[in-house]
């Protein structure tokens, strides 16, 4: 096959997101003839499958694959070698949540390599990266999107992008920006009936897929805080880092030096009676407790943390693990550009790296 006609694709992280990923890949291909997109190298942690002559890996077997295979994963500079001398161009899925992944960005894209990921760190890591990221890609002409880093599938990075390449001055942006936040609170401290448990929703939320690999990532506030930095990032203001601004944990201080994930869901229980508090003093005055965030363009304040809401506030009435995300602009005047809908989840989080797929096929195959 001509290498014009065929797209190679690199994945990274096989999880929740790199399932749906793969099926929604495949609906992908079958509707889609040109350019042939095939998997030329896939691996977890522990595992790889790739083909010395980049032969397509078939996407309908690549997970049971990937679990029967022998083959280690090659060293990050060995992937972007790999990737580099092959016949086509080359799409690097990043669907993994690794911070060695993320500052190796810049390494693929000065190679020619494209990028789609959900992966939050390297748009929120330090700022030198980001600089590095967007600066390896003008110069080679490789693309990065990463619609899914912020909101999953949700139109949040494309909105935000189109509101500044058109000339229009973003003033403020707030909302629930966390899936596992937003579920949590929903079902622990819903409008209607007493609520969950808190530790016991916690669970739920990680086994419906809405949280972080470690679940401490969302509870700490930093899943949120790193959002918050990309999307001020991109209206312009060149935040540090997630921990340049104030952000609030929900992490029980007797348990933020536990090792492990695992250990801290099986004490959690121990500390409910924390957030029972904090539910009954939002109760005491008539609102519900929710957790949220905002970037202030002209002040440069970001900050993430628990705040009450009227019962009747849009933010209190969100169910499931909705996001809403309001940007306020000059152009929009004082009714905000609204974005609102599930925002955790392995299907709609792919869709979001699927569809990013498809805008760099359509810009490298030409
Ligand atoms: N779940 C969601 O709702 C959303 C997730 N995201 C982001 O999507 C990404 C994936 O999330 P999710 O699928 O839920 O996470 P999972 O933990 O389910 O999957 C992560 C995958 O990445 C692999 N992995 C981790 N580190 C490495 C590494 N260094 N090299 C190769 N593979 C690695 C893991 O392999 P192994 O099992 O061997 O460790 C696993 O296959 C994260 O960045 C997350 O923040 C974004 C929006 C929403
Ligand atoms: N853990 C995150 C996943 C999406 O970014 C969340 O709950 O929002
Ligand atoms: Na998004």
């Avoid at 992280?13 to 790199?18: D, H, P, W």
Wanted: charged residues 20%; contains cysteine.
């Amino acid at each position: 096959m001509s290498s014009a006609n065929q797209v190679l694709i690199a994945i990274i992280g096989a999880g929740g997101v790199g399932k749906c990923f793969l099926s929604q890949l495949q609906t992908l291909a079958s509707r889609r003839p040109t350019p042939k997109l095939s998997i030329c190298y896939i691996s977890t942690s522990k595992k790889a499958l790739f083909n010395n002559d980049y032969s397509p890996i078939p996407t309908e077997t690549a997970v049971d694959e990937l679990a029967a295979s022998t083959k280690v994963p090659f060293a990050l500079p060995n992937i972007v070698d790999y990737l580099a001398a092959a016949p086509s161009k080359v799409i690097l899925v990043d669907n993994t949540s690794s911070q060695d992944v993320a500052d190796a960005y810049p390494s693929f894209l000065s190679r020619g390599i494209s990028i789609v990921t959900p992966n939050k760190k390297a748009f929120s890591g330090s700022y030198k990266l980001w600089q590095e990221i967007f600066a390896a890609a003008a110069d080679s002409g490789a693309k990065v999107y990463h619609e899914s880093s912020v909101g999953a599938g949700l139109p949040v990075i494309s909105t935000l992008k189109d509101l500044v390449d058109t000339g229009d001055e973003v003033t403020k942006i707030e909302g629930v920006f966390s899936g596992t936040m937003s579920f949590l609170f929903n079902s622990f401290a819903p409008l209607e009936g007493s609520g969950g448990q808190w530790s016991a929703e916690v669970k739920k939320a990680k086994e419906l897929g809405y949280t972080e690999p470690d679940p401490r990532d969302d509870l700490n506030g930093l899943d949120v805080a790193r959002k918050l930095t990309i999307l001020a990032r991109l209206a312009g203001l060149p935040v540090e880092s997630p921990t340049s601004f104030p952000v609030q944990s929900l992490i029980p201080k007797e348990l933020e030096s536990v090792s492990s994930g695992d250990e801290f869901l099986q004490r959690l229980p121990e500390f409910d009676s924390q957030m029972e508090e904090t539910k009954a003093a939002a109760g005491n005055q008539g609102k519900v407790v929710r957790f949220v965030g905002s970037i202030d363009v002209a002040t440069k304040a970001v900050k993430v943390g628990l705040e009450m809401f009227d019962r009747s506030h849009p933010i209190a009435a969100l169910k499931g693990s909705d996001n809403i995300i309001s940007f306020y602009t000059k152009r929009y005047g004082s009714n905000p550009l609204i974005v609102q809908g599930a925002g955790a989840g392995g299907d709609v989080t792919a869709m979001g790296v699927t569809s990013d797929l498809l805008k760099v096929i359509s810009q490298i195959s030409k």
